[in-house]
C-alpha cells in the first residue's frame, strides 16, 4: 500500500496506484482522505461559489453531456453575451448572499479578441466587489491569457472532463492535448487552474482514476478541482446513454471524491453539478471524505441546483460553516445562488 503524506503533494503518482486508492475498503478510503483533508484545511469550512451563463447555448463543440452544443436538439436557445453591468449586478446580489467566488461560463469553443473588452469590464466589476473571480470560456491563447489575468481575472475553468482513454466517447471537436495547453497557458500568465470532470457518464472506474491521475501529474495542482455528477440532458448522447443504462452509484461518487482529496490534497474539492439529485446524507459523506467547496444559487449555467433554504438547513446540521466567516454562523447566513 502506497504511504500517503497528507503534508506533501505529490506529482509521481502512477495510474495503478490511483486504481488502487479506489480499490480499498470503503470505510478505509473514507478515513484516509478526511485525514489528509484536516491537515490541509478546516473541515468544518466550506467554500461557496456561484457560478453565472453570461453567453448561454450555441456552442460549436460536440460535448456529449451538454445541453449547450449546437449539435443536439435539447430546447435551449442561444443567447448573446450578456452586458457587464448585468453581470457585475448579479454578482453584488451573490456577494451579498454570502458567495465568496463569482464565475463567469460562456458556452464557447474558445475565446475570441472581439470579446475581451466586455469580459474584461465583467471582470474588473466583479473584482471590484470583492469576490474571487472566475471565468470558463474555452480555448484560450497565451495572449489571451495574459489580458485576463490583467483585467483582474484569478481563476480561469477548463476541465479535463474525463480520463484520455475515454475522451474520444465524450468530445471529438477538441482534443484532450488542447485543454491540457489552455491550462499551461493559464499557468504561464500567472491564473490559479480550476480543473476537474465528470463522472456518471457511462465510464468505467479506471477512466476516473484515469482522469486523477491526469490531474495529480500536472506540473501544479489545480488550485480547485471540480468533481461534477452527469445531469442527464434529454436530446444529449450521453445524457440518454445514462437513462438508458443508470446513474453513477453514490458511494462510487464518494469514492472519486476521496480519491480526488488524496492524490491533491491542497486543491479545493467542489461538489459542483448535480448535487440536486444527491440526498443529504450522500453530501455529507462526500464532506467527510475531503470535499470542500460547492456551487450554490439553485442553478449551475442550466442544471438544478438546492435552493437557499436547503442548504442553509444542511450547514446547520452539519455544523458547517462558509470558509473564512465566524466560528457561529446563523442558519439564514449560509449563502445561496
Partial sequence: MTQINPAEPRHDWTLPQVEALFDLPFMELVFQAATVHRAGFDPSEVQLSQLLSVKTGGCAENCGYCSQSAHFKTGLKAEKLMDADVVIAKAREARDGGAQRFCMGAAWRELKDRDLPKLAAMIGGVKALGLETCATLGMLTPEQARQLKDAGLDYYNHNLDTGPEYYGDVVTTRTYQERLDTLAHVRDAGMSTCCGGIVGMGEARRDRASLLHQLASLPSHPDSLPVNALVPVAGTPLGDKVKREGEIDGLEFVRTV????????????????????????????????????????????????????????????????????????APESVAAE
Avoid: W, Y
Fill in 258 to 329: 476521496a480519491v480526488a482529496r488524496i492524490v491533491c490534497p491542497k486543491s479545493m474539492v467542489r461538489l459542483s453539478a448535480g448535487r440536486d439529485d444527491m440526498s443529504r446524507e450522500l453530501q455529507a459523506l462526500c464532506f467527510m471524505a475531503g470535499a470542500n467547496s460547492i456551487f450554490v444559487g439553485g442553478k449551475l449555467l442550466t442544471t438544478p441546483l438546492p435552493g437557499q433554504d436547503e442548504d442553509s438547513a444542511l450547514f446547520q446540521d452539519l455544523d458547517l460553516r462558509p470558509m473564512g466567516s465566524a466560528k457561529a454562523v
